[in-house]
């Protein structure tokens, strides 16, 4: 297993490991679930000079994505802190289809293999660190998983 110390260091990798991926793209969006994949996203832009914008799964009633951003056009990177059951990645990568992206990749430091093979229809890539065999808590992954709320994570996406 692989460990992160926190999101921002699950980020750091994320950059790494997604090296070529940014290369081969012609200016890509990175997109972040609100609010823990803002950690994970931050140092990502960071190192790799993109933009980032951030997306709400309101989870009540039916679930869905709010605030879709305009992606008409556009090759995007959807950045969580990993997966677990995949609902929010395939709600988050259902409604960047339908808005117009011309490329998805998903790129999470873990994504169990029993997700993947659900959401591998959806995304063109999937980039992850840690793909163990089967679902379970992200706290088995990361020394320190503090949370953070949507409101800090939405001042820390305007902070940029």
């Known amino acids: 297993m692989t460990g992160f110390a926190d999101r921002a260091d699950a980020g750091r990798q994320l950059a790494t490991a997604l090296g070529d991926s940014v290369a081969a ?9 609100l609010p823990h994949g803002v950690p ?36 995007v990177i959807v950045v969580d802190d990993g997966v677990e059951t995949g609902t929010a990645a395939r709600l988050v990568g259902g409604a960047l289809r339908e808005a117009g992206t011309t490329r998805l990749v998903l790129a999470v430091p873990v994504c169990p293999r029993q997700a993947e093979a659900g959401l591998q ?13 089967a679902r379970r808590d992200l706290r088995w992954h990361y020394i320190d ?8 994570a939405q001042r820390q996406l305007d902070a940029r």
């Open 25 to 33: 793209m012609h200016e890509p969006l990175l997109v972040a679930i």
């Open 40 to 75: 994970v996203a931050m140092p990502l832009a960071d190192a790799c000079g993109l933009p980032v914008v951030g997306v709400s799964v309101d989870r009540e009633g039916e679930p869905r994505v709010t605030q879709v951003p305009d992606v008409v056009g556009r090759e």
């Open 121 to 133: 229809a959806l995304y063109d890539e999937i980039v992850a660190i840690d793909r163990p065999l």
């Open 145 to 152: 998983l503090d949370s953070i709320d949507e409101a800090e």
